[in-house]
């Protein structure tokens, strides 16, 4: 330790210098679906929570759309080379929006203290940590057991949201009062919550960053009905469909109205990936021969461009092409009802039924539940739908009551974050719908995702992926289905809202309106 | 004296329907598959043991099913709805934020479909067999078979869409800070579509129900009497058959005003109101316990109350009726 030599990574002091001049002022609406149930993001981390408070609170760094760090609370950081050392410079006159002023002392309860207690995603990523300290109020050091190269990607805002010491510390965090009126260092203030209408934030006119934010306030509307919100669209009340608020079929319609923009991009940290678990443990979805059939049985590209308007993206295995590490040297399944056939007699299938259970998420996925069906009866599967609403779907997957079940998930950047725990042994435990709910046992392939996440280099951890991919392609242990596509629909005149990995999340905060 | 006996007796009743109403709802809701453990979880995106653990003891779904339910019954003894895990308030509280809304919609719509609904049923009848009566019944039929929400959807479509004449969805115009007056008539101005949606098809079951009780009681003898006196045809109508015709009415009603908290669930999620039906059916697909129970709870003292007050109505209607009956 004591031959520490830093690398100093990016520091961009702010974004790029702007081909045009932004304008302030302005009030954004933008949809939020459905509710979020609370908004205080140390505590609860669904999607519509995320969205609103990405305004309110703030982590460490911010990603560009290709997962690149950027500065947040963290104005430079250095990582050792042995990579088990992160210090982080903060940025100088930061204050909470109850005006207490912000310092490490925050970052380190939040990491060590609140966020260790409440935050099941970023527990596994804290248990390589050895140490979290702060040397003194602007400086940050998380000290590791073991080198973990996606440690990196943790101090995203969802994954490390930094909250107030002095409201939080010493109390019942579910319970604080304080969580119906959240406090937070981001460029937005929570100002009110009409239940059930909409959520009202105000700009943070002591914002650390010079000229920042540019808009003067942003309504989430509520509105719980997909054609109402496409409605709300069409007449002007909204001016932004964050990813997935409206029906696929309503897209294009949207899209083609005069001064409306989309963009695909802003989902890069969560790379959404879609498939079928296919129960390993019994039925036969356990024969691997049956899985490669069903793969084959597949029509992937149709649903791709029928079922979800040609968004998306084929996925070729458990990494999203979006995600760091992918590799496309993988064995490819295309449609190719004949070669399922061959392999369904060689296994010797008796056509026992599969219960194949779809996502309670709408129209398009009772519409891709459908489409699966029709492709598995064509080559002699026998398809039992087993249709349940929310709640329902995650007993039945946490409990392994399916055979083939849909579900799509988010990686976070990195394989060792968001793709290696659907994989590993270690992550068969009942109870939860996120982790290795197929039942999966390779024990070969469990040590080289483990070595993987705890190499130094990355190119060193670039070979080991590699490897990892092209030899369970070949296994099949879940239908990878989609790299799913979630186009973010806005009035053009609404400009540089999705600029980074998160979009919408943390857009806000540099989206300016042209008059 | 006697009529505050039965209203006492009939609240005594009510209170004992209602704590039953409590219990057997308590079974069926956790009879559904699912806990909101698992639903909070789910929507974290990543969960463990530790926190499905931590979050069933804070829910107290930890304990024997039989204390969960003796609890919730003691709770529910001491008028104390309990406390929603999911939203951080107490059910009380996120029902009365809601009520008020659910209530002006469907109180207007209520009012709209009885008043509109008697009025036509009475015209159509004093006009049985013509071509105006036609037209009446058959709008009438047409309102009562076609879906509320295609009905709610199309008005959005033809009315704010198209014509832009009316909002299509929410309370109030958001972020625009009126007061007084002005803001009266922006509510009323987002109540329009959604209230004649819910009320076009209870107008026209009233509609349809006064016009055959009109039909049929005046075929009595009374009403023959009556016109052998030389009493007027509007006379008539308004003093012996529509006093007469009314009852059944009145008991349809009755039914209607029961539904005044929970039956509104597909319009307000049609014109995004903020009321308590879609409060109810989201906590359902959260399986937030403490919160259904508690929308059915109310639900249920409301279904009693308007009972004991259409049972009153009864008396004033047709004196004949005891309080008692």
């Known amino acids: 330790m004591t031959y520490l030599k830093a690398t100093t990574f990016l520091i961009a002091a702010a974004l790029a210098a702007p081909a045009l001049a932004q304008q302030d002022g302005g009030r954004l609406d933008i949809v939020v679906q459905p509710e979020p149930p609370g908004l205080m993001l140390g505590l609860v981390q669904n999607g519509p929570t995320q969205m609103v408070s990405g305004d309110i609170y703030e982590s460490l760094l911010r990603y560009t759309t290709d997962l690149e760090p950027q500065p947040s609370l963290a104005k430079s950081w250095t990582i050792s080379d042995d990579g088990l050392v992160y210090t982080f410079k903060l940025q100088d006159g930061v204050t909470w929006h109850d005006g207490e002023p912000f310092t490490a002392a925050d970052v380190v309860f939040s990491a060590d203290v609140f966020l260790r207690e409440t935050h099941a995603r970023l527990r596994s990523s804290l248990a390589y940590v050895q140490s979290i300290e702060a040397p003194d109020d602007t400086t940050v050091v998380f000290t590791l057991k073991e080198p973990f190269g996606p440690f990196i990607n943790a101090f995203e805002v969802g994954t490390m949201p930094i909250v107030p010491k002095h409201i939080y510390e010493g109390t019942d965090y579910a319970t604080n009062e304080m969580n119906a009126t959240p406090i937070g260092t981001g460029p937005f203030k929570f100002d009110k919550w009409e239940k059930g209408s909409y959520i009202h934030l105000v700009k943070n006119e002591d914002y650390y960053v010079e000229g920042l934010p540019h808009l003067d306030e942003i309504f989430y509307r509520v509105i719980p009905d997909a054609a109402a919100r496409a409605v709300a669209f069409e007449t002007g009340e909204v001016d932004v469909l964050p990813g997935g608020s409206v029906e696929n079929w309503d897209v294009p319609r949207l899209t083609e109205m005069e001064g409306v923009c989309s963009t695909g991009k802003g989902w890069e940290f969560f790379a959404p990936h879609a498939w079928m678990w296919l129960n390993n443990r019994e039925g036969p ?9 069903v793969m084959y049985a597949l029509d992937r590209e149709f649903v791709k461009e029928v079922v979800w308007n040609g968004f998306g993206t084929v996925a070729t295995g458990p990494i999203s092409s979006k995600t760091n590490f992918y590799s496309d040297d993988v064995t490819i399944y295309d449609h190719n009802p004949d070669k399922a056939k061959e392999l369904l007699a060689e296994m010797g299938y008796d056509g026992e039924p599969v219960r194949v259970l779809p996502l309670p998420y709408g129209e398009t996925w009772q519409r891709w539940a459908e489409a699966v069906r029709q492709n598995l009866s064509e080559v002699g599967i026998n398809v039992e739908l087993d249709s349940t609403d929310v709640a329902g779907w995650n007993e039945k997957t946490s409990q392994w009551d399916y055979d083939m079940a849909f579900t799509y998930l988010y990686q976070y950047g990195d394989p060792a974050l968001g793709v290696s725990r659907n994989y590993v042994a270690s992550q068969i435990k009942k109870g939860s719908p996120w982790n290795n709910v197929e039942g999966y046992d390779n024990p070969a392939l469990d040590e080289k ?4 996440a705890t190499m130094v280099t990355p190119a060193e951890r670039e070979t080991a992926y590699a490897e990892i991919q092209k030899e369970i392609v070949d296994d099949v242990p879940v239908a990878w ?3 799913l596509e979630f186009p973010t629909i806005y009035r053009c005149n609404v400009k540089d809202l999705v600029t980074t990995a998160i979009g919408v999340n943390d857009g806000p905060r540099g989206a300016w309106i042209e008059q | 004296m006697q009529i505050a006996i039965a209203i006492f007796s009939r609240l005594v009743k009510a209170a004992l329907t209602l704590l039953a109403i409590a219990v057997l709802n308590f079974f069926l809701v956790h009879a559904a598959p699912g806990d909101p453990a698992v639903v909070l979880a789910g929507e974290a995106g990543a969960a463990d043991e530790a926190m499905i653990e931590q979050l069933r003891e804070r829910f107290g779904l930890d304990q024997p099913f039989h204390v969960q339910l003796g609890k919730y019954v003691w ?3 001491q008028f104390d709805l309990g406390y929603s895990f999911r939203q951080g308030a107490p059910v009380s509280q996120l029902i009365a934020e809601r009520l008020p809304a659910t209530l002006l919609l469907t109180m207007t719509a209520f009012g709209i479909s009885l ?4 009025a036509l049923g009475v015209a159509a009848a004093a006009r049985v067999g013509k071509a105006s009566d036609t037209m009446l019944t058959t709008l009438a039929l047409l309102f009562y078979a076609t879906p509320l929400y295609w009905l709610a959807l199309m008005a959005v479509l033809v009315f704010s869409v198209w014509l832009g004449w009316l909002p299509g969805f929410g309370y109030e115009t958001v972020g625009a800070n009126y007061t007084g007056l002005t803001r009266l008539l922006d509510i009323l101005k987002h109540l329009i ?10 107008m026209s079951v009233y509609m349809r129900m006064t016009r055959a009780s009109m039909l049929e009681v005046s075929q009595l003898d009374f009403v023959k009497t009556a016109r052998a006196k030389g009493l007027s045809g ?6 012996h058959i529509l006093r007469n015709a009314i009852l059944p009415v009145v008991t349809l009603a009755g039914l209607q005003a029961g539904q005044l908290v929970g039956g509104a669930v597909l319009t307000e999620t049609v014109f995004a109101w903020p009321g308590i039906g879609r ?12 919160t259904i129970l508690g929308v059915f709870i109310v639900s249920a003292a409301m279904v009693i109350l308007f009972n004991i007050i259409t049972d009153l109505v009864y008396r004033i209607v047709d004196p004949r009726i005891g309080a008692t009956a």
């Open chain 1, 481 to 483: 289905l989609l790299e």
């Open chain 1, 449 to 452: 995702w483990n070595a993987a």
């Open chain 1, 285 to 293: 979805t356990s024969n691997k021969l049956f899985r490669q059939a």
């Open chain 2, 234 to 239: 509007p006379a008539i109508r308004r003093r």
């Open chain 2, 193 to 202: 579509l959604p209230a004649l949606t819910l009320g076009l098809f209870f």
């Open chain 2, 75 to 77: 709770g529910i003894v």
């Open chain 2, 115 to 118: 008043a509109c609904g008697i």
């Open chain 2, 279 to 290: 409060l109810m059916f989201e906590s359902l697909a959260a399986r937030d316990y403490n």
